[in-house]
């Protein structure tokens, strides 16, 4: 019975994601699929200092609206990568709206389409996720709204 028990406890436990924090190694997000608009497979870069991650269109919004008045290397020139985790979003939508316009951007976009990331990464409703990367695990977690927020985390 206790063989049994064991068992089943490590086999819940080898199934069961890790939630993201402070300490974490940038390796745990390498897990997770991500890919550009137009298809092409994406792998967080070994010198990532910065990653935003927004989880609903209006975060996605004001990151992409800021990027836009940047320019095209702004987030690699400061180590920095977005990633768009677009997994609630109606494929349809995805296929129809999002895309042709994410296509035009003349940033790069992570995207990920699972739903286990967002169980995973700290976010909170109606703001964006700034990881803050120091030795390739997460320092710093924090949440902002805005674009002035935004620019400050990125230039820090």
């Known amino acids: 019975m206790n063989k049994f028990l064991l068992v089943i406890s490590l086999g ?15 390796s745990t997000l390498d897990k997770y699929v991500y890919e550009t608009p137009q298809g092409r497979p994406m792998k967080i ?10 989880f609903e269109k209006d975060t ?6 800021f990027l836009n008045t940047k320019d095209k290397y702004y987030l690699q020139k400061n180590k920095a990568i977005f990633i768009a985790d677009i997994h ?9 709206f999002a895309l ?4 035009k951007y003349k940033h790069l976009i992570y995207l990920h389409y699972g739903k286990e990331f967002q169980k995973n990464t700290p ?10 990367i120091n030795d390739r695990k997460i320092s710093n977690i924090s ?3 805005t674009q002035k927020e ?3 985390a990125i230039e820090k």
Do not use: C, W, Y
Not at 13 to 21: D, E, F, I, P, R
Not at 100 to 103: F, I, L, N
Not at 123 to 132: E, G, P
């Open 45 to 54: 870069p070994h010198e990532t200092k910065l990653i935003i991650v927004g």
């Open 88 to 96: 609630a979003m109606p494929s349809v939508i995805t296929e129809m």
């Open 143 to 145: 949440f902002i709204s």
């Open 100 to 103: 042709p316009k994410m296509k």
């Open 60 to 65: 996605g919004a004001t990151v992409n609206d």
């Open 150 to 152: 935004l620019e400050a």
């Open 123 to 132: 976010n909170k409703d109606d703001k964006i996720t700034i990881l803050r």
């Open 12 to 26: 819940f436990v080898a199934l069961s994601a890790q939630a993201l924090g402070v300490n974490s190694p940038i």
